[in-house]
């Protein structure tokens, strides 16, 4: 059975870019990664489906220690996959990696003041053993193994190919085919244009729109700073400008939600024309940012319809027939292809199972600490990013964070620390983990999740700027966090630490 300080659940963006943050500020510290896949990269390995890009732009979704230097703000699926391998291999990540290491349970014990994990070996088959003080869980929060697969009436009867997303074959042949792409998010708004460009017709059918925002794939005010400004400032400068961007368009999305609604349909109809039927294809019944606004770079979804090559239909599934789908209203939607881009599955802590002295943990009757640990549970760092923002920049305040954790414990000379309610928190208010969020993949798990309270540090603010503060500048002497010794009377004989971390 092996032993480290740390161990790092999940090789994708957040547990690399958490490794990197762990040498730099606790240089002395074992650690070891664990990837249930057999390679890094997370969802940018994952996802293959034509197109993948991310809706987020790259300044604000890369590391703080590691400029993004490529033309295209808003990157391909491949050139994020690359800037993270990267980042993994100036560091000498990749030795640390165990990979096929799928985590299948965690035990904590009091005594040990440690972490007891098993894993589930998916390719090699068998079981690993490891054991570590820290546990850091970067596993994001969607389920690998399968995305959201609702059951279509008549799905049989199809003759053609039905394929989902996140298990895109390599070997299908799209070109001069009819495709059909059931779903009006993210996925399938990047899917239209790239099929398009070879497919006989695209055909988007959503049950009710989303809001979708253009802008350039390149930033033109990062294009003139890096040609003046060392490349670490620039992109300094150029993520602070878009941070303050998102954070203002939000707000405005919340004060002033109509105003937001008016401009963004503005905006749609100067790229479709005036004839084309807004009011139903892209005008949602919530408002903007109740859901994540949707990204099109350079408006390729737009030049898609305008083009002809695809069409946006706005109708509710009766049946898949032999040669397509019937629609409620009677209408009929010929295809050879079908595309569920239906959604994700949300899975909790990668589905692994997780106990205290023998006793199982529920989490979801726990209360979340500022959203990265939990009440009554020691030496666990949860990374959660914003779904208002890029994950990247609350990832790596986690990641400071837990590293502050590892060193006051080593400070202390204690082995155990655990958030704690304190007296009079007991009757806290409950709230779900995020809120004011909508979205039917997050409504079908939230229940999974620990609460958030009424009020800090129990909160989780999907703030970035105020995130800052709570998270990366408060102490942790704030009488919530307890550190203790290894013993088995720990929780009778803890204390909490008053010296300033």
């Known amino acids: 059975m092996d032993h480290f300080d740390v161990i ?14 762990l040498q730099d500020k606790c240089p002395g510290k074992t650690f070891a990664i664990l990837e249930g896949r057999q390679t890094l990269g997370g969802t940018w390995d994952l996802f293959r489906y034509p197109g993948i890009r991310s809706d987020s732009d790259m300044y604000t979704m890369g590391y703080d220690s590691k400029p993004w230097l490529e033309p295209k703000a808003i990157a391909d699926g491949s050139s994020i996959l690359a800037y993270v391998k990267d980042a993994a291999k100036e560091r000498g990540l990749e030795r640390h990696i165990h990979f096929d290491h799928h985590v299948d349970s965690a035990a904590w014990s ?19 053993q490891f054991t570590c003080n820290m546990l850091l869980m970067c596993s994001g929060y969607y389920r690998y193994s399968a995305g959201h697969c609702p059951q279509f009436a008549g799905e049989s009867e199809f003759k053609g190919a039905v394929v989902h997303p996140q298990r895109w074959p390599d070997t299908l042949d799209y070109v001069g085919k009819r495709v059909v792409i059931i779903g009006s998010g993210a996925t399938a708004m990047t899917l239209v244009p790239a ?91 919530y408002a903007p940012w109740d859901q994540r ?20 239909v706005t109708d509710e599934i009766e049946t898949f027939t032999h040669a397509g789908i019937r629609l409620k209203s009677g209408g009929q939607i010929s295809a050879d ?41 020691p030496n666990l760092v949860y990374t959660l990013g914003y779904i208002n923002a890029s994950w990247t920049l609350r990832s790596e305040l986690v990641a400071e964070f837990a590293c502050r954790v590892i060193n006051q ?16 928190e007991q009757g806290m208010t409950p709230h779900p983990m995020i809120g004011d969020f909508s979205p039917g993949y997050m409504q079908r798990a939230l229940h999974l999740f620990p609460r958030q309270g009424d009020h800090d540090p129990w909160r989780n603010t999907q703030n970035y700027l105020l995130d800052r503060k709570i998270i990366r500048e408060a102490s942790l002497s704030d009488g919530v966090l307890t550190f203790t010794a290894a013993t ?8 909490t630490t008053r010296s300033a971390a």
Not at 9 to 20: E, P
Not at 110 to 128: D, F, H, K, L, V
Not at 410 to 420: K, M
Request: glycine share 10%.
């Open 8 to 21: 790092i659940v999940g090789a994708g963006l957040s547990g690399i870019g958490t490794a990197r943050q």
């Open 110 to 128: 009091s005594a040990e003041a440690r972490w007891a994990i098993t894993t589930r070996r998916p390719q090699s088959g068998g079981e690993g």
């Open 195 to 285: 099929l398009a460009k070879t497919a006989a017709k695209v055909t988007m059918l959503q049950r009710s729109p989303t809001y979708v925002v253009s802008l350039p794939a390149k930033d033109a005010i990062a294009g003139v700073l890096r040609r003046i400004l060392p490349e670490s400032l620039a992109y300094r400068l150029v993520r602070w400008k878009n941070i303050l961007f998102q954070r203002y368009v939000y707000q405005q999305t919340r004060i002033n939600p109509d105003k937001v609604k008016q401009k963004l349909l503005s905006m749609i109809r100067k790229q479709l024309g005036a004839d084309y039927d807004v009011e139903t294809h892209f005008t949602p019944r």
């Open 293 to 312: 606004l949707c990204l099109v770079p350079d408006g390729d979804l737009f030049q898609a319809i305008r083009s002809g090559k695809a069409e946006v």
């Open 337 to 377: 292809i079908i595309v569920t881009a239906t959604g994700l599955e949300l899975e909790w802590l990668g589905g692994a199972r997780f106990s205290r002295d023998g006793t199982p943990i529920d989490f979801s009757t726990t209360f979340s600490y500022k959203g990265m640990m939990f009440s009554d549970v």
């Open 409 to 424: 414990l080593s400070a202390t000379g204690t082995q155990q620390c655990t958030p704690r309610l304190r007296p009079g």
């Open 488 to 495: 088995a009377g720990a929780v009778g004989a803890e204390r």
